[in-house]
């Protein structure tokens, strides 16, 4: 049976706020820190913006892979690529694109205090309300009964593929793709765009 989730697109506009918002969350609370920390792929992005609008020069990355549309073998959160600097004294913000369960900033949270931060805070460009985890700045709060799949411009092919090609067998040809994702996702494609990700292979 194929699951079929009721999806959001974001657009670089939305994104462009989102990271305002963030941005000036966190210089109401009491100023920019000096190291920025983005899990990959999801919050390298979201990262890079944030470094740009808090003028922030000192970026790490910090792989964790996790379920959705693109899951992870075991369904859960995992670190897969640590952080090999010392962060001893400074001020960090580690950042990623959604909270969802919240364990991917969870764990990447836990993982740089002990590397030893004077101190720490942790940022999401949306959060929903089921998350165990709350970061410490929002762009923006979805209540947990209105619970979507996000798609970011960052992950627009790979979640289209994905779901185009489960849904293949069901619409059998990319005008019926189309249809499907159209009702059951409410991701109104173009055709175009579904042709491509089916082309272009499995996930």
């Given at each position: 049976m194929v699951e079929y989730p009721r999806c959001r697109l974001t657009s670089w506009r939305e994104i462009e706020a989102l990271a305002d918002r963030i941005a000036e969350s966190v210089r109401r609370g009491g100023g920019a820190p000096d190291t920025l920390v983005g899990l990959t792929r999801g919050g390298w992005v979201p990262a890079r913006l944030l470094a740009d609008r808090l003028g922030i020069k000192r970026l790490h990355?910090?792989?964790?892979?996790?379920?959705?549309?693109?899951?992870?073998?075991?369904?859960?959160?995992?670190?897969?690529?640590?952080?090999?600097?010392?962060?001893e004294g400074?001020?960090?913000?580690?950042?990623?694109?959604?909270?969802?369960?919240?364990?991917?900033?969870?764990?990447?949270?836990?993982?740089?205090?002990?590397?030893?931060?004077?101190?720490?805070?942790?940022?999401?460009?949306?959060?929903?309300?089921?998350?165990?985890?709350?970061?410490?700045?929002?762009?923006?709060?979805?209540?947990?009964e209105n619970w979507v799949w996000v798609v970011f411009p960052w992950n627009y092919w790979e979640d289209l593929r994905?779901?185009?090609?489960?849904?293949?067998?069901?619409?059998?040809?990319p005008a019926g793709v189309q249809q499907l994702l159209a009702e059951r996702c409410r991701w109104i494609?173009?055709?175009?765009?579904?042709?491509?990700?089916?082309?272009?292979?499995?996930?």
């Open positions: 990355a910090l792989r964790a892979q996790h379920w959705g549309v693109t899951a992870t073998p075991t369904g859960k959160a995992e670190l897969t690529e640590s952080l090999a600097v010392s962060l400074t001020s960090v913000l580690v950042v990623d694109d959604i909270t969802d369960t919240g364990e991917s900033l969870e764990l990447a949270t836990e993982h740089v205090r002990a590397r030893g931060p004077q101190h720490l805070e942790s940022a999401a460009l949306l959060h929903i309300g089921h998350s165990r985890f709350v970061p410490t700045h929002r762009g923006e709060e979805i209540p947990r994905t779901l185009a090609q489960r849904s293949l067998p069901e619409g059998r040809t494609a173009p055709l175009a765009d579904v042709e491509r990700a089916l082309a272009s292979g499995g996930p």
